[in-house]
């Protein structure tokens, strides 16, 4: 402030100085030597041009090039925009070539920068086309919104950065992996459908077949390569057809079904023509009683059986003889008893294939075969009249048997294989003999869920490997039981301890915390003697649990006590919720927290429990300070911004600004309240406030200074100023030490900080030493300078100054008050 002030106020140059001496006219160069400067500067420009230059110096050349053609070749090579614009600027009105070449240029650099803006927002939209394709549900000409948009990538690749080719890749990759499995879920409905046909046409073939056969003469046997071959074409095409999908369970039973008849069809077809010369003697035999021996009547019923043709099928004219001659012994009757048994053994029968044919639709080998056994035995038991309603099941389920089997054996032979190599691996293995023990134990468990295995050399490998990897584990477990013994014993001693303990506690004054630690080591120290023999630690085991039962007792009821004291300091911290005044709630608050550190032993859920209902209870009263907190910080936003456009006016005034704008400023600020502003703003408030009083308070002394500089020229004048003076000063001038106006002056200059003139320098030491010694010093400042240095201008003023009161002294006294101001 005090250099504006002095700016201001600043000493007026004297009349006299001399005026800056102009410069003399310079000679003008003749034509022949401008000519030859030109050519020169020409050639200048022309290398430089060749040298590759800057674009600012093409842009000074394009200025002020020696000729048009260089000045227009120097403007065609500029290429950046904003100098380009500069030279068109300078250019304008001055020389239309360069203006029309830089015009151009500038025309093609914005037609070059709209293009590429326009690939630029090409390349993002194609970018956010090809996400959206990859997420797209909507499959519909998918394939080819995504060739349009590679089509049209290929035209905007080149512009686009890595980061943006990668996004879009990746994209198309989506894209098309997914068009890809689109492709491969059609194509595999597609093979689905057509193994779906060609199942239907099988069961057809074999439907219809059957029932070519069931129409068919006994006269006439069906041709058995005829029938072989369409046995095994249908099997592969049913094999095809099935192969990698689902078939319903019915559809593979029906063709189960079909399959087993056609088969048991041609078995006896190829039966009977391998019998064909033994039928034809049997059937030479006469029929009657007398002439068929019991060994003829006995092979025919054994060829029959054999031959065992389907039953709902006609029966070939050849059977026939076979059959009466067998037809005329009259089979035994059955006793009722026997009937009974027979009776039972079937619904037995029935009972075991119900459950074969669910584990064999379970591919449960070992219990389908452990049921077919079973079955087997059951289906011996009953007699022919019996047994024969169950053969052709029997003939099904032994079909699926042996696939289930040989399916199965596929399977497991090499995995039963790798368990051998395994075992074998294992066994020459140094390891821990618990860990080697639990490997052997979990091959062996792995083998048996195999099923078993029907070759015995690969048993017998598996078991030989089996014995001598468990061999190391032999004596380490039977070291083990040492341990056990030895933990056993341990066991003992922690009994003996807790009960000594139980025995001897004060439960009135006994330390809760303590014993709960006691009950937790006995608990851990009971688990670390392990193993042991469980025989023999049932009854210590049990002596243990009475133990903690009884240590436990107490501990519970010490536990629910604190609890309950828990509780109530959660209800006080709930309580505390609404309560007013908050910060009070607070410190209550903080106090239950210091309660609940203070409370004993409680159940590890239970506490969990309590002390989640106290956090939230804590949590809203604190809740509450945030709220207000969050409440006094929008209050604060709000007020710093109506602060800040008050600030903004008030930044706005300078010390050239009217006394009246300063204090109406002034009067803005202090409205503000400060309570409410941030720490900064209220800063910048009072910092403000500080600044427009220290410009006011300039004015003001510049103000007062005017007005005692013109009372004091009006006094060395002579003119009366006493009326025009302000009224305290006749006590000020009464009360100055000034003896005569030249030390009235110096004294002003003493003051003021202002240099006397050489011809009163020893005066003004004089004086300065007369202020040593009264004790003022010689260089008082703030409110006390002003007030003496005012006494000085009152007295000067009112009191008479006398013929010495001259003008230059009057000028020098107005010149320590100009000073004044600008210290």
């Known amino acids: 402030m005090a250099a504006f002030i002095q700016k201001l106020f600043r000493s007026r140059k004297s009349p006299d100085a001399a005026p800056k001496s102009r410069k003399a006219p310079q000679p003008q160069p003749a034509p022949a030597e401008q000519e030859d400067t030109r050519a020169s500067q020409r050639e200048e420009q022309l290398r430089t041009m060749e040298a590759s230059p800057s674009q600012d110096v093409l842009a000074k050349i394009a200025i002020e090039g020696a000729t048009a053609d260089i000045r227009q070749t120097a403007a065609s090579r500029l290429t ?37 803006e326009v690939i630029s927002q090409t390349i993002t939209t194609l970018i956010s086309h090809a996400r959206d394709q990859a997420r797209s549900d909507d499959t ?41 499995a689109t492709q491969s879920a059609a194509e595999e409905e597609k093979r689905e459908l057509e193994q779906s046909l060609q199942r239907r046409e099988t069961l057809n073939m074999l439907t219809s077949t059957l029932d070519e056969l069931k129409a068919q003469s006994p006269e006439t046997l069906p041709s058995q390569a005829s029938l072989d071959a369409l046995q095994k074409t249908q099997e592969n095409r049913w094999l ?21 008849a056609l088969r048991n069809y041609l078995s006896a077809v190829k039966r009977i023509n391998q019998e064909r010369e033994t039928i034809a003697e049997l059937s030479a035999v006469p029929d ?21 043709w389907p039953e709902g099928y006609p029966s070939p004219a050849l059977l026939e003889p076979l059959r009466k001659l067998v037809g005329k012994r009259k089979p035994p009757v059955e006793a009722p008893a026997d009937q009974e048994r027979q009776k039972a053994l079937a619904a037995r029968l029935q009972t075991d294939l119900q459950q074969l044919e669910e584990a064999l639709e379970a591919k449960q080998l070992k219990e389908s075969k452990q049921l077919f056994k079973a079955a087997q035995q059951h289906l011996r038991d009953l007699d022919h009249r019996h047994g024969k309603p169950f053969q052709a099941r029997m003939q099904l389920l032994t079909g699926q048997l042996r696939e289930l ?64 990897a468990y061999e190391p584990c032999k004596a380490y477990f039977s070291a083990k039981s040492g341990l056990k013994q030895a933990n056993l014993e341990k066991r003992t001693a922690i009994c003996d301890q807790l009960e000594t303990f139980l025995d001897n506690a004060d439960w009135s004054s006994i330390d809760w915390k303590a014993a709960e630690r006691i009950h937790q080591t006995a608990r851990q120290e009971w688990k670390d003697a392990w193993p042991v023999e469980f025989r023999n630690n049932r009854q210590v085991q049990k002596r243990f649990d009475d133990l903690l039962k009884r240590l436990e007792a107490p501990l519970d009821e010490e536990r629910r006590k604190n609890e309950g004291l828990k509780q109530e300091i959660v209800q006080k911290a709930q309580a505390l919720a609404d309560y007013e005044p908050l910060q009070d709630a607070m410190n209550q608050a903080k106090a239950l927290q210091t309660d609940w550190q203070a409370v004993g032993i409680t159940r590890h859920r239970e506490d969990r429990k309590l002390w989640q209902a106290f956090r939230n209870a804590c949590d809203q009263i604190f809740a509450r ?18 602060a800040q456009a008050s600030l903004q006016k008030s930044v706005e005034i300078t010390g050239d600004s009217d006394e009246r704008a300063i204090a109406a400023a002034v009067a803005g600020l202090r409205e503000i309240g400060a309570s409410t502003l941030s720490k900064n703003v209220r800063e910048q408030v009072q910092q403000e406030k500080q600044r427009l009083a220290q410009i006011l308070s300039g004015l003001q002394l510049r103000s007062k200074m005017a007005s005692w500089q013109s009372l004091v020229l009006a006094a060395a004048d002579g003119a009366a100023v006493v009326e025009a003076a302000p009224d305290h000063w006749t006590a000020l001038a009464d009360a100055s030490d000034a003896q005569d106006p030249t030390e009235l ?39 006390d300078q002003l007030e003496d240095v005012e006494k000085l201008v009152a007295h000067w003023c009112l009191t008479g100054t006398g013929p010495a009161a001259n003008r230059e002294l009057a000028e020098r006294l107005n010149g320590a008050l100009s000073n004044l101001i600008n210290s």
């Open 80 to 116: 950046d925009e904003s100098i380009l614009q500069g030279v068109q600027k300078q250019a304008k009105g001055k020389d239309k070539g360069v203006y029309q070449t830089v015009k151009l240029t500038l025309q093609k650099l914005r037609e070059e920068q709209a293009r590429l």
């Open 140 to 180: 519909k000409l998918y394939e080819a919104r995504l060739e349009s948009l590679l089509k049209q990538w290929s035209e905007v690749e080149n512009h686009a950065s890595a980061e943006q080719a990668q996004t879009f890749l990746q994209a198309v990759h989506r894209c098309k992996e997914r068009i890809a």
């Open 240 to 260: 095809e057809a099935t192969r990698d999908t689902t078939v319903e369970k019915q559809e593979q039973k029906t063709y189960e079904t079909a399959m087993l």
């Open 288 to 308: 009657s009683q007398e002439d068929a021996s019991e060994d003829q009547r006995a092979r025919a019923k054994t060829l029959i059986q054999e031959i065992s």
């Open 405 to 468: 089997s040989d399916w199965q054996g596929f399977a497991t032979e090499p995995k039963q294989i790798a368990l051998c190599e395994q075992m074998e691996y294992l066994a020459d293995q140094p390891m821990d003999p618990e860990a080697k023990a639990e490997r052997i134990k979990d091959l062996q468990n792995e083998w048996r869920e195999l099923g078993g295995s029907s070759d015995r050399s690969l048993w017998s490998r598996f078991k030989a490997a089996s014995d001598k």
């Open 625 to 642: 300070r945030d709220a207000e907190r969050t409440e006094q910080q929008q209050a604060s936003r709000a007020a710093d911004e109506s």
């Open 745 to 783: 002056v110096i004294r002003a200059e003493i003051l003021c900080g202002v240099p006397s003139p050489d011809s009163d320098q020893q005066r003004r030491m004089e004086i300065q030493v007369q202020r040593l010694a009264d004790g003022m010093g010689s260089s008082d400042t703030g409110g």
